[in-house]
């Protein structure tokens, strides 16, 4: 119940396309859903989050879809470029009990010039 | 505002050898954590500190020590290392429940290799 599970392993895009990964959750309790961009030899940073009281929420070039009933969210990457190629990791966590994250197995992004 | 330093960056152990991987973050944080990245496995919890005082097992904490010092160091120990544990490993932190950021918020990690 604690695993999150997500897809594509790995996604190719032509630069200004849509990339579109997706995680699935089977645990209720679950109330924080962010979303980190790790590159080659770095750590992974926090992107962008969301919270289940909303069903979407934007930043920039990158939003979440949230589906609460579902319970599934999805990363959408618009007008992909190739400085976004990067391993995606979206993970879970309770707010309640000191923030212990469950995270996804990444998804390896590979946007083509 | 440094955020979440690690030392070493890299290492090369041999089997049987101890080592202890430094943390530190000056982001007033509550919790602290220890992961390890293997490829194809994504991030996997080795233990984590809620707050001060407190620590617990994550997902695979066999072979590991941790020691949260204080608010802001959280160290892990390899008492005697193995070739399974070469892996890239990870400290992060977080506001936990203290109302601050909800994010978690990683270092750059150490490289380990054990021969």
């Known amino acids: 119940q604690q695993q999150v599970k997500q897809s594509p392993q790995s996604l190719i895009v032509q630069k200004g396309g849509i990339s579109i990964i997706n995680c699935a959750y089977e645990?209720?309790?679950?109330?924080?859903f962010p979303w980190y961009q790790q590159f080659p030899g770095k750590g992974p940073a926090l992107l962008i989050a969301?919270?289940?009281?909303?069903s979407e929420k934007k930043e920039g070039r990158f939003t979440i879809s949230f589906n609460k009933s579902a319970k599934q969210f999805s990363l959408h990457i618009m007008d992909s470029q190739p400085g976004d190629s990067a391993t995606y990791f979206c993970?879970?966590?309770?707010?309640?009990?000191?923030?212990?994250?469950?995270f996804g197995p990444g998804t390896r992004l590979s946007v083509l010039p | 505002n440094a955020g979440v330093t690690q030392t070493p960056k890299f290492q090369v152990l041999k089997t049987g050898q101890s080592m202890t991987l430094q943390c530190a973050q000056d982001?007033?944080?509550?919790?602290m954590y220890w992961y390890r990245q293997d490829p194809g496995m994504g991030l996997r919890l080795i233990y984590y500190s809620a707050s001060e005082g407190t620590t617990d097992k994550g997902e695979v904490p066999n072979g590991y020590n941790v020691s949260r010092l204080n608010k802001r160091e959280f160290s892990l120990r390899l008492e005697s290392a193995a070739p399974s544990q070469t892996s890239v490993y990870f400290c992060?932190?977080?506001?936990?429940?203290?109302?601050?950021?909800?994010?978690?918020?990683f270092g750059p990690g150490t490289r380990l290799t054990v021969l």
């Open positions: 982001m007033n944080h509550n919790s």
């Open positions: 993970a879970a966590s309770m707010i309640d009990y000191g923030q212990n994250f469950v």
């Open positions: 992060a932190s977080s506001a936990g429940t203290s109302g601050g950021p909800m994010g978690q918020y």
């Open positions: 969301i919270r289940p009281d909303v």
């Open positions: 645990n209720t309790a679950f109330d924080y």
